[in-house]
């Protein structure tokens, strides 16, 4: 059965950090890209970070670069985003994504925008309290 299931969210406090997970099962991440994502209710689906299927490039929103970081271990099926510095409009809900359509994604670069995507986790709650 083909699966994304993120974990690690949390309430956290102003300038806090928190690590997020997000586990495959049904096939294997080193042959895609893989790319982070956040919405808050009522708002637009934000791509926040992705990277390629090996791991060599990653691309961040500006809203978040220097502060967080996208990393994978293909070993263990398994991305990650690490988040410090967090701020009360970092909270959101977190969604890992994937785009089983396209072998190796991109290849050389990756992308993040939501129509790059095909298979969506079920998100984790992300709140950074002041």
């Known amino acids: 059965q083909l699966q994304l299931v993120e974990s690690g969210g949390g309430l956290v406090q102003l300038g806090g950090s928190l690590r997020l997970s997000c586990a495959a099962s049904?096939?294997?991440?080193?042959?895609?890209?893989m790319g982070w994502f956040r919405q808050a209710p009522g708002k637009e689906r934000e791509g926040i970070a992705c990277?390629?299927?090996?791991?060599?490039?990653?691309l961040y929103a500006d809203s978040v670069k220097g502060r967080l970081t996208i990393s994978r271990d293909n070993a263990k099926n398994t991305v990650y985003l690490q988040m410090n510095a967090l701020r009360p409009e970092d909270t959101d809900i977190y969604y890992c994504?994937?785009?089983?359509?396209?072998?190796?994604?991109?290849?050389?670069?990756?992308?993040?925008?939501?129509?790059?995507?095909?298979?969506w986790g079920q998100g984790t709650q992300v709140t950074v309290s002041s």
């Open positions: 049904g096939f294997s991440t080193d042959s895609y890209a």
């Open positions: 990277i390629t299927y090996n791991g060599g490039i990653t």
């Open positions: 994504a994937t785009n089983l359509s396209r072998y190796y994604g991109y290849r050389h670069t990756c992308r993040r925008g939501r129509n790059d995507y095909d298979y």
